[in-house]
C-alpha cells in the first residue's frame, strides 16, 4: 500500500490567498484526520471525518478554515484567505475504525509557508 | 476536554544507556495511548501502544507501562542507539461513541542519542 498520500509537500504562498491541501487516506481507511503541528503547539487535531463525514471540526481555529471529504479516497483543507500565522506543517492521517486500538497512519505532511 | 502533559522536553543519553519519557493525563476514561517517533523532516510514525486492561508493553528494547490510578504511562528504550534520536510523542484517547480516534498528544520529547 502506498501510505496516505499529501500533496503538495511543500506550499509558499503570499498573505491573502487561498491554499488547498489535499490528502488520499490508505484504501479502505474509514477515518481521516487533519492536524496542524508548530514549534509553539506541537500537534493539533483540526478536524475528523468518519465515513466521508465530519464528526468533530472544534479544532478548526477559525472560519478562514474549512475541510470537506468528497468521497471516500480523497480530502481538502482550505485555508481562505491565508494569514503568516498559518505557516506550519499540516499532517493527514488515516485509520481503519472498530476498535480502540487502531493506529493514526500519517501522511508525509505539507510545509506550508505564507508570506 | 483532554490534556496531556510530557517530560522532559529534551532528553541525552549515551548510547547503550536506558531513556524514560512520562506522560500524565487528565481524562480518567481515556482508553488508549499510543507513542509516536518522528524524525527531523518526517512524520510521526507508531512505534507502540496499549489499552488501559493492560499494565505493560514490550516490543524488543521499547516498552510502555500504564498507571491508570494515577493517569501516567511511560515510554522505556533500553540499549539505545543513535537512531533512536527523534521526537517521542506520547497521546491519549478515549476509544469509543463519538470520541473515538481524538487523540490529544503531548509536548514532545527531543532524544538525542550521543555515540
Known amino acids: 500500500d502506498a501510505g496516505v498520500i499529501q500533496s503538495p509537500r511543500h506550499e509558499v504562498t503570499e498573505m491573502g490567498q487561498e491554499v488547498t491541501l489535499r490528502c488520499k487516506p490508505i484504501?479502505?481507511?474509514?477515518?481521516l484526520f487533519w492536524y496542524r503541528q508548530t514549534m509553539m503547539r506541537g500537534l493539533e487535531l483540526l478536524i475528523y471525518f468518519n465515513n466521508n463525514v465530519p464528526i468533530d471540526d472544534s479544532g478548526m481555529p477559525e472560519d478562514r478554515f474549512s475541510a470537506k471529504m468528497p468521497n471516500a479516497s480523497f480530502s481538502t483543507l482550505k485555508i481562505q484567505p491565508s494569514e503568516p500565522r498559518d505557516s506550519a506543517v499540516y499532517f493527514c492521517?488515516?485509520?481503519?475504525?472498530?476498535?480502540?486500538?487502531?493506529?493514526?497512519?500519517f501522511g508525509d505532511g505539507t510545509r506550508l509557508s505564507i508570506l | 476536554g483532554e490534556n496531556v502533559e510530557q517530560h522532559p522536553s529534551t532528553l541525552s543519553v549515551q548510547e547503550g544507556d536506558s531513556a524514560v519519557i512520562k506522560c500524565t493525563y487528565s481524562d480518567s476514561a481515556s482508553n488508549y495511548f499510543p507513542w509516536y517517533k518522528q524524525e527531523l523532516g518526517k512524520r510521526p510514525q507508531l512505534i507502540i501502544d496499549i489499552r488501559s486492561n493492560v499494565g505493560e508493553k514490550k516490543d524488543q528494547r521499547i516498552a510502555v507501562t500504564l498507571n491508570k490510578t494515577a493517569k501516567h504511562f511511560s515510554l522505556h528504550i533500553t540499549e539505545t542507539q543513535p537512531e533512536d534520536s527523534a521526537v517521542y510523542f506520547c497521546?491519549?484517547?478515549?476509544?469509543?461513541?463519538?470520541?473515538?480516534?481524538?487523540?490529544?498528544f503531548g509536548q514532545g520529547t527531543i532524544l538525542t542519542v550521543h555515540p
Open positions: 484504501s479502505g481507511h474509514d477515518y
Open positions: 492521517a488515516s485509520s481503519l475504525g472498530g476498535g480502540i486500538d487502531q493506529p493514526q497512519h
Open positions: 497521546a491519549a484517547t478515549l476509544g469509543g461513541g463519538t470520541s473515538y480516534g481524538k487523540l490529544t
